[in-house]
C-alpha cells in the first residue's frame, strides 16, 4: 500500500515539473505578443537609472515612477 501511494505522489510531482517545460506562447505576455515590457520603480534614482540604460530603446519599454515627485 505504502508503496503505491509514493509511486502516485512522484507521478504527481513528476507532472508537475514537466508542466512548466511547455513552450510559450503570446499570452504569456512575451515579445511575440508584441506588448510593451513594463518597468516600474520606486524611487528616482532607479527610474533614471534605467531610463539613462534604455537610451533609444525607450520606445519598446513603459517605464513608470511608482512616487510622485517630492514624496
Known amino acids: 500500500m505504502k508503496k503505491n501511494i509514493s509511486l502516485f505522489l512522484c507521478l504527481i510531482f513528476l507532472l508537475g515539473m514537466l508542466t512548466g517545460c511547455g513552450a510559450a506562447?503570446?499570452?504569456n505576455g512575451?515579445?511575440?505578443a508584441g506588448?510593451?515590457?513594463s518597468v516600474v520603480t520606486t524611487i528616482f534614482p532607479e527610474y533614471d537609472?534605467?531610463?539613462q540604460i534604455l537610451g533609444d530603446k525607450a520606445e519598446g519599454v513603459d517605464?513608470?515612477?511608482l512616487l510622485d515627485?517630492?514624496?
Do not use: E
Open 63 to 65: 517605464l513608470t515612477l
Open 25 to 27: 506562447s503570446a499570452a
Open 69 to 71: 515627485n517630492g514624496a
Open 35 to 37: 506588448k510593451k515590457l
Open 30 to 32: 512575451g515579445a511575440a
Open 49 to 51: 537609472w534605467v531610463r
